[in-house]
């Protein structure tokens, strides 16, 4: 695999692809529930995916598509090359703000992080990764992380995570908001890991996420040296929905030996 072919031509589809996201602007759009009423999707997620589909069945016919909607193929397997991609993360944000979400897109090849991207539609701004080739945010290269202390810490989570729920004791959360520096909670987490990779926040946590959330978003976080587990402290996994944290290194293991202990 040309890596840098593969990133001249996966640029120019997300680019396309967001023309085509912000058209939609102008027109109706149809939503629709699906998991829960709260879980979106509009025929723009399925459209934009089904058109990043045709144009890798096309171009790259042996390859395989992980996608949020179902339009590409049935992955039970890590083999060859798959594109990972959520069409539009952060739906809710899509449907009710108009802005913060984002296309989210990895390429692994046997199970390995090659590319990632995050591109924040309606800013235009992309955010993307190579394997051993560093991060960029619009094609400036991004610092690798320093230390820093939970104390001066911005953490990005939803509230969700603050009142009982089935996978911790939320009363470590309660702590940890009381420790950090601030709290935020942007509703993308294609965006969330963006921000961790660029620095503006230190950790980002959440107890259910789909591969393709964090697919892109892991590649461009490792590039900087960010870490990405479970809450078990096991890496993230591909294959199926988990538990999250991603964070700065100096930090990662404090939050989940003090904050988090799972039910
Ligand atoms: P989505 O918009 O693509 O569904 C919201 O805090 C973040 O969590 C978004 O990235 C959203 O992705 C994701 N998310 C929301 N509901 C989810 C679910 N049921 N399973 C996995 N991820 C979910
Ligand atoms: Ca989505």
Redesign the pocket.
């Known amino acids: 695999m040309d890596l840098h072919e593969m990133d001249r031509y996966i640029k120019s589809i997300i680019k396309e692809a967001g023309h085509r996201i912000r058209n939609s602007f102008l027109s109706d759009i149809s939503i629709e529930s699906k998991?829960n009423v709260n879980?979106l999707v509009t025929n723009i997620d399925k459209e934009i995916e089904q058109f990043f589909i045709s144009r890798i069945n096309r171009d790259f016919p042996e390859h395989r598509i992980f996608g949020?909607e179902g339009f590409g193929d049935e992955i039970r397997d890590q083999k060859g090359v798959i594109w990972l991609l959520?069409p539009?993360?952060?739906?809710?944000n899509f449907v009710h703000q108009k802005r913060n979400f984002a296309i989210s897109l990895g390429i692994y090849d046997e199970g390995i992080g090659k590319l990632g991207y995050i591109y924040d539609v309606v800013n235009d701004d992309l955010y993307h990764g190579v394997l051993g080739g560093g991060a960029y945010y619009n094609d400036e290269k991004l610092c690798r992380l320093s230390d820093t202390v939970i104390e001066e810490s911005i953490i990005a989570m939803?509230a969700t995570w603050a009142v009982p729920n089935r996978y911790f004791d939320h009363n470590g959360t309660l702590q940890l908001i009381q420790d950090v520096r601030g709290i935020r909670s942007y509703?993308?987490?294609?965006l969330e890991l963006a921000y961790l990779a660029s620095g503006r926040i230190d950790a980002y946590i959440?107890m259910?996420?789909?591969p393709w959330?964090i697919a892109g978003g892991m590649v461009i976080a490792r590039e900087v040296g960010a870490v990405a587990t479970n809450i078990r402290g096991e890496p993230a996994n591909l294959m199926k929905?988990d538990t999250f944290i991603a964070a700065n290194p100096s930090i990662h293991s404090r939050i989940l030996e003090k904050y988090i202990q799972q039910k």
């Open positions: 998991s879980d949020e959520d539009i993360d952060g739906t809710m939803n509703g993308s987490a294609a959440s259910r996420l789909s959330d929905q």
